[in-house]
């Protein structure tokens, strides 16, 4: 009994302890917590496998990518990468190519306030 009282003492003091701070793990090491908690949210979950703020992976790093690229562009690219390439899309399509033909993922279930939480994540990169 006096094991599994100091188990869950530990336990509980361990928890209070780390509560709050951010955990560096291969999901978020090297995301910036910056911007909007819901952006960041969604960056987490559906792009930080490809992206980084500073540093090229599977994706391009996305620093500064809003003083390159125009917010309706980025929205597209989000959306819907392949159908921006199959407008003709130059930038889209160099892109493409760069990154070895990967197709960037399709997000169409994002909601319009989803997506501008997470534009303004990436801005804030």
């Not at 188990?7 to 302890?17: K, P, Q, R, S, Y």
């Not at 979950?45 to 990518?65: E, F, I, S, T």
Request: aromatic share 8%; charged share 25%; glycine share 6%.
């Amino acid at each position: 009994m006096k094991k599994l009282f100091f188990t869950v003492l530990l336990l509980f003091l361990h928890t209070c302890i780390t509560f709050g701070q951010e955990v560096k793990t291969p999901e978020n090491k090297g995301v910036p917590n910056v911007g909007p908690a819901e952006g960041r949210l969604l960056f987490m979950q559906n792009c930080a496998m490809c992206h980084r703020a500073d540093k090229d992976l599977v994706g391009p790093r996305l620093a500064g990518v809003a003083k390159r690229r125009s917010d309706a562009w980025l929205y597209k690219v989000i959306v819907n990468e392949p159908a921006l390439r199959a407008s003709g899309d130059k930038t889209a399509i160099a892109l493409h190519e760069k990154w070895h033909k990967i197709a960037h993922p399709i997000y169409q279930s994002l909601k319009k306030k989803e997506l501008d939480a997470l534009l303004g994540y990436v801005k804030s990169l």
